[in-house]
C-alpha cells in the first residue's frame, strides 16, 4: 500500500471514530433532559388508621370515581357521616417530580400549598383532618422534574350528611 493510501484509510478511521463519539453524545444529551412528566401514576384515599412514628398505618380504602387514570384530573368519592379525617397518598411518575396538595383552608392564593415533599421519595401520604359535612375539594398539583410542566388533580370528596 501506497503511503496516500495509509494516510486516506487513517484519515477515515478518524473520521469514523468522530461520528460514533458524536452520535454517543448525542444519546447521553437525550437521557439527561430532565423530565416534563408531571402526573402520578397511583393516588389512593384512606379513611381511618393513624400515624405512628413518620408512618401511616392502617386505613380504610374509599373508591372513587372514575377509575384512577394518570391522564384523568377531576374525581369524586363519598365517605360517611361524621369522617372528619382523610389521607392522601400519591405516587409520582417520576423520583424527581414532587407536588403540592391544597389544606382545604386556602393557605396559598390559588389553594395550593407546597409541601416539604422530598425529591427522593417517590410517595407521600397527607392527612387532612378539617373535612366538612357536604363538599370538600382536594387538589394536587404535580411539578416535574423540569420544574415547568403541571398539572393538577382535583378530587372532590363529599362527606354525608
Given amino acids: 500500500m501506497t503511503k496516500r493510501a495509509n494516510f486516506n484509510r487513517a484519515i477515515l478511521m478518524i473520521l469514523v471514530s468522530l461520528v460514533l463519539v458524536l452520535a454517543s453524545c448525542s444519546k447521553v444529551a437525550e437521557t439527561s433532559?430532565?423530565?416534563n412528566d408531571?402526573?402520578?401514576t397511583s393516588i389512593v384515599l384512606l379513611v381511618g388508621g393513624s400515624q405512628s412514628n413518620g408512618q401511616f398505618v392502617g386505613g380504610t380504602p374509599v373508591p372513587f370515581t372514575p377509575?384512577?387514570?394518570?391522564d384523568v384530573t377531576s374525581y369524586a368519592a363519598q365517605v360517611p357521616a361524621g369522617t372528619t379525617q382523610?389521607?392522601?397518598t400519591g405516587t409520582l411518575s417520576s423520583d424527581l417530580a414532587h407536588f403540592g396538595l391544597n389544606s382545604l383552608s386556602g393557605v396559598a392564593a390559588d389553594g395550593i400549598t407546597t409541601l416539604g415533599v422530598s425529591l427522593l421519595?417517590?410517595?407521600q401520604v397527607v392527612q387532612f383532618d378539617q373535612l366538612q359535612t357536604g363538599a370538600n375539594t382536594l387538589r394536587a398539583r404535580v411539578v416535574a422534574e423540569d420544574?415547568?410542566?403541571?398539572?393538577v388533580y382535583t378530587l372532590t370528596v363529599t362527606v354525608a350528611p
Fill in 33 to 35: 433532559r430532565a423530565s
Fill in 38 to 40: 408531571a402526573s402520578f
Fill in 67 to 70: 377509575s384512577f387514570d394518570p
Fill in 86 to 88: 382523610l389521607h392522601f
Fill in 121 to 123: 421519595l417517590p410517595s
Fill in 147 to 151: 420544574g415547568v410542566t403541571e398539572k
